[in-house]
Nanobody, 123 residues
Framework: VQLQASGGGLVQAGGSLRLSCAAS????????MGWFRQAPGEEREFVAG????????YYVDSVRGRFTISRDNGKNTVYLQMNSLKPEDTAVYYC?????????????????WGQGTQVTVSS
């Protein structure tokens, strides 16, 4: 089982990035998926989560209205569109597959993790 995250990079404040996370080795269409991030010296933080069908979506308050999570079950891929980026969004972003069909803010609920992709927002 592999989760391959991509799309990170260096962007100026106010810019946009789109992260992708492609899963291989099994089908995750029945499972919730989430994005987390970890800044240097900080704990891993929930960013966004989406249920298996996409009908339940959750965001941390700091990104709501700027970030959009979506998924394409046919491609076994989850996306995170990030707009109006701020320097405080700088972190390594990780995608994860949940143990069940929904998504939660709790990292312990996720049992497969990608390797992370660096997002750096300059001021």
């Amino acid at each position: 089982v592999q989760l391959q995250a991509s799309g990170g990079g260096l962007v100026q404040a106010g810019g946009s990035l789109r992260l992708s996370c492609a899963a291989s080795g099994r089908t995750f269409s029945s499972y919730g998926m989430g994005w987390f991030r970890q800044a240097p010296g900080e704990e891993r933080e929930f960013v966004a989560g989406i249920s298996w069908s996409g009908d339940r979506i959750y965001y941390v308050d700091s990104v709501r209205g700027r970030f959009t999570i979506s998924r394409d079950n046919g491609k076994n891929t989850v996306y995170l569109q990030m707009n109006s980026l701020k320097p405080e969004d700088t972190a390594v972003y990780y995608c994860a597959v949940a143990r069940g069909s929904i998504a939660t803010m709790e990292a312990d609920y996720y049992n497969f993790w990608g390797q992370g992709t660096q997002v750096t927002v300059s001021s």
